[in-house]
C-alpha cells in the first residue's frame, strides 16, 4: 500500500473569506452572448457609464485635459505627497463641501486609489475589532468582504419597508439597539445615489441621524459616508452637508470619493479620504493613521490623475456642461424605466436617479429568475434579496422595453412554481 504523503508544513494557510464574483460572472455571461453574435443585448451588469450606442462613455473635457496638459513626466513620476498634496485637498475639499467653511476649515484629506481603496483604509484603520458597523442589508458588497477582512463586525439594517421606500426608523431603532452593547458604532450609508438602488436621503433623514448620534454622548460614533456618485446627484450643492453643523464631538465623519466614477476614468484609480471632527487634532491624528497606511499598502496615488483634478478645477466650465447633459440622459433613463415599471405593476425600490434600480425578490426565486432572463438575452447582476438592473449601461429605449421583459420572466418564474 502506498502511504499518504505528509502535507507540507510550509505556506499552509487557512482561506476563510468567501469571495463573490456574482457581478463579474454575470458581465462575462453578457459578453459571451454579444460576441457570439446575438442581437438586442440587455447588458445591465455594468457600474459603469455607457453612451446611448452602448459604448464606454468618457467625459472628452477631462481626457482631453488629461492627453494634452498633462505631461508624460508628471504621468510616468511618482506624487511627491502621499496625501496628494495642498493643491489637491483644496480642490477636493471646495469640490465636496461647497460652502460649508464650518467642513473645510476641520478637515483633511488624504489621495488613495479609487474610492475603494479610500473605504478599505477607513475600515483598516479607523475601525478595530471592538468596533460593529451598521450597514443597509441592500449594499455594495464589497464593503462587507472589507469588513470581513479586518474582523469588524457587521450588523444590517433594513432600508426599505414593506411598501419598498426608505426605512429610517429601522436604521434608528438599530442603533439604539446597539448602543447599548457597543462603545463605538460605525455607520455606512453610501448616500447620495445609494449602490444597488440609487436611492438619496433627504436633509430630514439626515437631521435625524444627526439627533440620534448627539443623544448618545456616552457612545463613540464613526459615519462612513461614502460618496462615489455624488457628482450625478441632483441635489448639486450637497444641501445635506449642512446637517453635519450640529453634530457633537462623539462623532467622527469620513467621507470616501472616487474620482474614478466621477470623472470616467474608472481604470485610473483615483480617489480621497476627507476626515472631518470638531476637534482639528482629532483630524490630524485620524489623517496621519491614513498617510502611515497609504505608504505601507500603495505608496503614492496616481499623479497624473491627482494633477487632472487639480487642473479641472482652474477651468471646468466644459466638465459641467458634459457632466449635466449625462446627467439629464441618466433621469431620461429612469424615467422610462420607472413610468413603464409603474403601469405594468413591476415593483422596484425607491430611487431617484444614478446608475441602478433594484427589483427586490425573494431569495428563493433569484437564481430561476437570473436564468430565464439570460435566456431572453438580458443580464443584470443578482443580489441576495433582489436584481440590480444598470440603467447606467443600457440606453433610454432600452429603459423603456425592459420592463416588460422582466415582468413577464417574473410572471413565468411564478407559473413554474406553481
Known amino acids: 500500500m502506498k502511504k499518504n504523503k505528509k502535507q507540507s508544513s510550509y505556506f499552509n494557510i487557512e482561506n476563510k473569506i468567501n469571495f463573490d464574483n456574482t457581478i463579474i460572472e454575470a458581465s462575462l455571461k453578457a459578453k459571451k452572448a454579444i460576441e457570439s453574435g446575438v442581437q438586442n443585448v440587455y447588458n445591465a451588469t455594468i457600474g459603469s457609464l455607457m453612451d446611448e450606442k452602448n459604448n464606454f462613455f468618457v467625459f472628452k473635457s477631462v481626457f482631453d485635459l488629461y492627453n494634452k496638459k498633462i505631461s508624460d513626466q508628471i504621468k510616468a513620476s511618482y506624487c511627491p505627497n502621499i496625501d496628494g498634496g495642498i493643491d489637491f485637498s483644496n480642490v477636493t475639499k471646495k469640490w465636496l463641501f461647497k460652502d460649508n467653511i464650518f467642513l473645510i476649515e476641520n478637515s483633511l484629506v488624504c489621495a488613495s486609489p479609487g474610492g475603494s481603496g479610500s473605504l478599505s483604509s477607513v475600515i483598516k484603520k479607523v475601525l478595530d475589532e471592538n468596533t460593529v458597523v451598521l450597514i443597509p442589508d441592500y449594499t455594495w458588497e ?22 419598498n421606500m426608505f426605512y429610517l426608523d429601522d436604521l434608528l431603532n438599530k442603533i439604539d439597539y446597539l448602543t447599548q452593547k457597543y462603545k463605538k458604532i460605525a455607520l455606512y450609508l453610501n448616500d447620495p445615489i445609494h449602490n444597488p438602488t440609487s436611492f438619496s436621503m433627504s436633509n430630514y433623514h439626515w437631521k435625524q441621524i444627526v439627533l440620534k448620534l448627539n443623544s448618545y454622548l456616552n457612545n463613540e460614533f464613526v459615519i462612513i459616508n461614502d460618496v462615489a456618485y455624488i457628482e450625478f446627484s ?81 477651468k471646468n466650465d466644459t466638465y459641467l456642461i458634459e457632466k449635466q447633459n449625462m446627467i439629464s440622459t441618466l433621469k431620461k433613463r429612469f424615467d422610462n424605466f420607472k413610468n413603464e415599471s409603474k403601469k ?63 415582468k413577464t420572466a417574473l410572471m413565468e418564474v411564478k407559473e413554474n412554481e406553481r
Not at 282 to 293: A, S, Y
Open 142 to 163: 464589497p464593503i462587507e468582504l472589507m469588513c470581513n477582512q479586518s474582523k469588524v463586525k457587521i450588523i444590517n439594517f433594513k432600508m426599505f419597508n414593506d411598501n
Open 234 to 314: 441632483l441635489d448639486s450643492d450637497n444641501t445635506y452637508l449642512k446637517e453635519f453643523k450640529n453634530i457633537k464631538n462623539n462623532s467622527l465623519i469620513v467621507f470616501c470619493i472616487s474620482y474614478s466614477k466621477s470623472l470616467t476614468f474608472y481604470g485610473l484609480r483615483l480617489g480621497a479620504t476627507v476626515v472631518y471632527h470638531n476637534d482639528k487634532n482629532v483630524v490630524k491624528n485620524i489623517h496621519d493613521l491614513l498617510v502611515v497606511h497609504a505608504r505601507a499598502n500603495w505608496s503614492n496615488s496616481n499623479h497624473g490623475a491627482i494633477e487632472t483634478v487639480v487642473e479641472l478645477d482652474k
Open 344 to 406: 405594468i405593476g413591476l415593483d422596484f425600490l425607491e430611487t431617484s436617479i444614478g446608475f441602478f434600480i433594484t427589483i427586490p425578490l425573494n431569495e428563493n426565486i433569484i437564481n430561476k429568475y437570473i436564468e430565464i432572463l439570460n435566456n431572453k438575452n438580458v443580464f443584470v447582476v443578482p443580489l441576495k434579496n433582489g436584481i440590480r438592473v444598470g440603467v447606467c449601461s443600457l440606453n433610454i429605449q432600452q429603459c423603456k422595453k425592459l420592463p416588460n421583459i422582466l
